[in-house]
T-cell receptor
Framework: LAKTTQPISMDSYEGQEVNITCSHNNIATNDYITWYQQFPSQGPRFIIQGYKTKVTNEVASLFIPADRKSSTLSLPRVSLSDTAVYYCLVGEKGGGFKTIFGAGTRLFVKA | GAGVSQSPRYKVTKRGQDVALRCDPISGHVSLYWYRQALGQGPEFLTYFNYEAQQDKSGLPNDRFSAERPEGSISTLTIQRTEQRDSAMYRC?????????????FGEGSWLTVV
């Protein structure tokens, strides 16, 4: 399983765009990149998933360069309610059993 | 059900007692995962089921921990002879197919406190 590295924490202000980068140097050909969000006292919640280039949904965008050794989660115009822990995971689509969460990135959004 | 349901939500037990934590996954979900999460840490993988088959239990910390999913639906995580270090949030998750690439849905968790 590819190991991921993320910043431990980030601070932002309401209305700003936040970019969280995850490194996954050992990503395999069949691996997908998935991001989860976790609020205090809740379970992690799926945000977005991608394989290459760019993926966008109603919540976020995911940018993946050609070498796929990193990925960037982009949250547009964050609000206080986006304060949470964000986890980057790497693994095969439909094939990985041991889904590993790292320590994640704690995002603090200030007023 | 509409989501992953876990019970009990809170459990306080005395050291040395056995506890059983139940997980009712989303209806039809093939895969079921158990995680343990300490305060301020990410979820720690414990074990994984595909239908009724326990395909990976490498995350179970020792032989006091066991899990089963006999009919491929509801699962039970059992901790025997509990110790204070077992105190944590235990989270269950399910997904429609095996593996990371399919979205994993988490339950609200079971808080276990061993006193």
């Amino acid at each position: 399983l590819a190991k991921t590295t993320q910043p431990i924490s980030m601070d932002s202000y309401e209305g700003q765009e936040v970019n969280i980068t995850c490194s996954h140097n050992n990503i395999a050909t069949n691996d997908y990149i998935t991001w989860y969000q976790q609020f205090p006292s809740q379970g992690p919640r799926f945000i977005i998933q991608g394989y290459k280039t760019k993926v966008t949904n109603e919540v976020a965008s995911l940018f993946i360069p050609a070498d796929r050794k990193s990925s960037t989660l982009s949250l547009p115009r964050v609000s206080l309610s986006d304060t949470a822990v964000y986890y980057c995971l790497v693994g095969e689509k439909g094939g990985g059993f041991k889904t590993i969460f790292g320590a994640g990135t704690r995002l603090f959004v200030k007023a | 059900g509409a989501g992953v349901s876990q019970s009990p939500r809170y459990k306080v037990t005395k050291r040395g007692q056995d506890v059983a934590l139940r997980c009712d996954p989303i209806s039809g979900h093939v895969s079921l995962y158990w995680y343990r999460q300490a305060l301020g840490q990410g979820p720690e993988f414990l074990t994984y089921f595909n239908y009724e088959a326990q395909q990976d239990k490498s995350g179970l910390p020792n032989d006091r921990f066991s899990a089963e999913r006999p009919e491929g639906s509801i699962s039970t995580l059992t901790i025997q002879r509990t110790e204070q270090r077992d105190s944590a949030m235990y989270r269950c998750a399910s997904s429609p197919q095996g593996g990371l690439g399919n979205t994993i849905y988490f339950g609200e968790g079971s808080w276990l406190t061993v006193v």
